[in-house]
């Protein structure tokens, strides 16, 4: 007997097998991942204007609300995929409205920078989240006894769009950037509202390649930077050493970052959902902090080419600052628990150490060397088992 075709050509959406073996990230997931490329690439050269300006303060607040919108909603694209993709045509054309909508929130990016107007970004979020809603509306018809948990995340994620619209009522100064912290701090109460009796499955093999995906394209805002260098060297003949200095000693920190956040076994980082929620969380800071980098390095260029008129010290900062903080978060999330006593020492110790970069005439010297310091302490010294108390927490 021939089998009846799915209703519409659609695959029902069940819960997927956390244990699959060889689940990797889709060609859909990596053709997502693209639009965050420029979504990022535009809020890092925003930040960089901000900073070779001196514009700090608003600058970094608005790098860290513009930041926080493509965080999370890659992010919540991402658990969800782990757990229901069924990759059917109404699954992917579900997701390319997600890409557009993150398109419209990068296209709003300047605004949001220049003039405090998030009319833009915002419209664009709400796209990508009113999309996330249709997904989970569709999962909770074949979740089974995670039902429940679906209609709590889409209801949940329908509430708070109704925030970020009226958010735009607000006019930009402090009382905007406190309606902002306490709609993100409600976004992000939303897994655990919506997870706290039943929790979704994930697979932490692929949740750790997409995780380590996305490192990828925020480290590569860095190798930009420092092709940046020599392109400016070729046309500042008297800053040439210093320009191909700055290059070499990107490449060389960028490669270090990368080799130190692949050093852990990442997937023993989300065995249990508040380890999830911990690891989820703080890759905030880790993305923010890479792809900031790239944009203290575009302003430690503006200095030696004359564009900024900021000093060393402070350019420097820019650039050791961002380094620290995803030496730290990597440190917290992924290495401490799978490191002995010398490693978890050279770790935090080497994020401290990257802040003297600013008391030497050359930039970004003390970084690479600090930085290379760390994977070679890493190299001999791999990761060891967790003991067995944490494994169990």
Do not use: C, K
Request: charge should be neutral; charged fraction near 10%; proline fraction near 5%.
């Amino acid at each position: 007997m021939t089998a009846t075709a799915p209703r519409f050509h659609l695959s029902r959406m069940r819960p997927r097998d956390p244990s699959q073996p060889h689940r990797a990230a889709s060609s859909l997931e990596l053709f997502f991942d693209l639009v965050f490329v420029v979504a990022v690439s535009i809020a890092s050269a925003q930040l960089h204007h901000a900073l070779g300006h001196a514009d700090f303060v608003h600058g970094i607040t608005s790098y860290a609300m513009v930041f926080f919108a493509i965080w999370w909603a890659w992010m919540n694209f991402t658990w969800f995929a782990t757990s229901f993709d069924t990759d059917d045509w109404l699954y992917r054309i579900t997701t390319i409205v997600q890409m557009g909508g993150v398109l419209v929130l990068a296209a709003g990016v300047p605004a949001a920078f220049e003039h405090g107007d998030f009319t833009v970004p915002v419209l664009g979020y709400v796209v990508m989240r009113v999309a996330m809603i249709a997904q989970w509306l569709r999962a909770s018809r074949g979740a089974g006894e995670l039902r429940g948990a679906a209609r709590r995340y889409a209801f949940g994620i329908a509430g708070v769009q109704v925030l970020w619209v009226l958010f735009l009522l607000i006019p930009a100064g402090p009382a905007q950037l406190v309606a902002f912290v306490a709609f993100a701090l409600i976004e992000v109460g939303i897994p655990i509202f919506a997870e706290y009796r039943r929790q979704t499955p994930w697979h932490p093999h692929h949740i750790t390649e997409r995780y380590g995906l996305f490192t990828l394209i925020v480290l590569g805002e860095s190798l930009l930077a420092s092709a940046n260098a020599i392109i400016d060297a070729s046309h500042e003949l008297e800053s040439f050493a210093p320009l191909i200095s700055i290059s070499v000693l990107t490449l060389v920190v960028t490669a270090s970052l990368w080799w130190i956040y692949f050093w852990p076994p990442h997937h023993r980082a989300i065995t249990t959902f508040s380890r999830s929620l911990r690891y989820g969380y703080t890759h905030y800071f880790v993305f923010a902090a890479a792809a900031a980098f790239s944009a203290g390095i575009e302003v430690e260029l503006d200095v030696l080419t004359g564009e900024s008129h900021l000093s060393s010290a402070v350019a420097s900062f820019t650039v050791t600052v961002p380094i620290a903080v995803f030496l730290l978060g990597v440190w917290w999330i992924a290495i401490r628990e799978n490191a002995d006593a010398v490693v978890n020492t050279v770790v935090p110790l080497g994020a401290a150490l990257v802040l003297l970069d600013p008391v030497l005439p050359i930039p970004v010297a003390i970084t690479a060397v600090v930085m290379v310091g760390v994977v070679v302490v890493l190299v001999l010294r791999p990761p060891v088992e967790r003991r067995a108390e944490t494994r169990a927490s």
